[in-house]
């Protein structure tokens, strides 16, 4: 009887953790009846599979109609678990000027420039993607489908039918990750006759300390003004930007993740959000871009209060305690959710059509810690839920095997 019980135990245990793996992997939410799935990524065995899902991965990207039927799909697309990847079998979703926008295999390729990607023989196969249809290079054979999608984030707004976009699978030569450090200059000199500033009026280090350049502490308003104009600005220069074609929107995206440059410094950078929680953009940490804070428990309530914030006449500013890697004691020293340090934020909301109130709409938001400078470390809004989940199946696993050695034993006096 004692080992029934066990047994059943074991079995809870296990489903339960199940449960929570399968969560880890939400479903693109553009899972419509529109197409019939002709091949999973796992039966692609040829070139007509290979095109056929291609092209479906396409069309649900191209027919999604808000911002979370797109960042849903994305994020499916990093699935190993679903039908969209599966070993050298994935997909890669490039601009239609070549940048790489998600590569749902490694996201440390993304951001780059692959308009012209050679491969060991020297072939381009950056443009051959761009032309599209069935590409054949020295590590395999890939298909590319341009197409055109208007609720992409950083898409295009000016262009009715959409941004073009090209969307490849198969892909299985990886360029080697650019570890070079490229300035800040080298970034936006193609941006430079555009006319948009490039640059806020003060920078993420100025922004994040708490003291003035003359070493005098400034006060909590200034502060607070100082983090509010420096999320405008940065609207005026996305918002700015994503209307003209020359500007690619990945490029755009690595003007501000670059550490140390005017738009991030340490834990001061801009994060976008859409109005239901999913984050667009983090300039911090990518690794939470096409995933959802507001179903967060441990952040959900901050998210959710941010939201408001932004939805308020001219933004709004939110206080709540983060976790600060600079302070001992204070959480996991990561940086993220679950500490106590006082934080302040600003969110302000950008509707991309104000005449139109189902127009999508672009949550920008930046934070700072009260009380310090930030030379002195610290992180904002880039806690990722997969950490979160990670932990949270070590502690079940660890409860397990501490009732499992109390079964045991009580089995064995029982045999006894």
């Known amino acids: 009887m004692k080992n029934t019980k066990h047994m059943i135990f074991l079995f809870c245990v296990l489903g339960l953790l199940a449960a929570v793996s399968f969560h880890s992997f939400p479903a693109s939410a553009h899972e419509s009846d529109k197409h019939t799935l002709t091949a999973m990524v796992s039966d692609v065995s040829d070139d007509k599979t290979l095109k056929e899902l291609v092209e479906h991965a396409a069309a649900h990207l191209s027919e999604a109609t808000t911002f979370s039927d797109t960042l849903g799909t994305l994020n499916a697309f990093r699935n190993e678990m679903a039908q969209w990847n599966d070993g050298s079998t994935y997909l890669v979703l490039l601009t239609g000027n070549g940048g790489v926008y998600v590569h749902s295999r490694n996201r440390e390729l993304e951001d780059q420039d692959w308009s012209q990607l050679q491969d060991a023989d020297g072939k381009n196969v950056g443009q051959e993607f761009l032309k599209g249809g069935l590409v054949t290079y020295s590590a395999g054979k890939a298909y590319a489908h341009p197409f055109k999608a208007s609720v992409v984030p950083f898409a295009n707004t000016r262009e009715s039918q959409g941004s073009q976009f090209v969307l490849v699978g198969?892909?299985?030569?990886?360029?080697?990750?650019?570890?070079?450090?490229?300035?800040?200059?080298?970034?936006?000199?193609?941006?430079?006759?555009?006319?948009?500033?490039?640059?806020?009026?003060?920078k993420a280090r100025q922004i994040g300390s708490a003291e003035k350049e003359d070493g005098e502490k400034k006060t909590e308003e200034e502060r607070k003004q100082e983090l509010k104009a420096f999320v405008e600005e940065a609207i005026l220069l996305f918002t700015g930007a994503i209307v003209?074609?020359?500007?690619?929107?990945?490029?755009?995206?690595?003007?501000?993740?670059?550490?140390?440059?005017?738009?991030?410094?340490?834990?001061t950078y801009i994060y976008i959000m859409d109005g239901n929680g999913n984050v667009i953009f983090n300039g911090a940490n990518r690794n939470?871009?096409?995933?959802?804070?507001?179903?967060?428990?441990?952040?959900?309530?901050?998210?959710?209060?941010?939201?408001?914030?932004?939805?308020?006449?001219?933004?709004?500013?939110?206080?709540?305690?983060?976790?600060?890697?600079?302070?001992?004691?204070?959480?996991?020293?990561?940086?993220?959710p679950g500490g106590d340090s006082p934080k302040l934020g600003y969110?302000?909301?950008?509707?991309?059509?104000?005449?139109?109130?189902?127009?999508?709409?672009?949550?920008?938001?930046?934070?700072?810690?009260?009380g310090?400078?930030?030379?002195?470390?610290?992180?904002?809004?880039?806690?990722?839920?997969?950490?979160?989940?990670?932990?949270?199946?070590?502690?079940?696993?660890?409860?397990?095997?501490?009732?499992?050695?109390?079964?045991?034993?009580?089995?064995?006096?029982?045999?006894?």
Not at 182 to 188: I, N, Q
Not at 307 to 335: K, L, R
Not at 348 to 369: E, M, Q
Request: negative net charge; proline residues 6%; hydrophobic residues 35%.
């Open 347 to 370: 969110t302000k909301l950008y509707r991309t059509d104000k005449d139109n109130p189902s127009a999508p709409v672009y949550i920008f938001g930046s934070g700072i810690y009260l």
């Open 244 to 267: 003209l074609p020359e500007i690619d929107p990945v490029r755009l995206r690595s003007i501000f993740r670059l550490d140390n440059g005017p738009w991030r410094y340490i834990s």
């Open 288 to 336: 939470i871009e096409q995933t959802n804070l507001l179903a967060d428990p441990d952040v959900g309530e901050d998210i959710a209060r941010l939201i408001a914030a932004a939805e308020m006449p001219g933004g709004g500013f939110v206080n709540y305690n983060w976790e600060n890697p600079a302070i001992t004691g204070d959480g996991e020293q990561h940086g993220g």
């Open 372 to 416: 310090q400078s930030e030379d002195d470390g610290g992180c904002a809004l880039s806690g990722t839920a997969d950490s979160k989940q990670d932990a949270f199946i070590v502690m079940l696993i660890v409860v397990f095997a501490m009732l499992s050695v109390f079964f045991v034993r009580q089995s064995r006096r029982a045999a006894d």
């Open 170 to 202: 198969g892909f299985d030569y990886e360029p080697r990750e650019k570890t070079d450090k490229r300035s800040y200059e080298d970034v936006v000199k193609e941006l430079v006759d555009s006319g948009i500033s490039l640059e806020p009026t003060k």
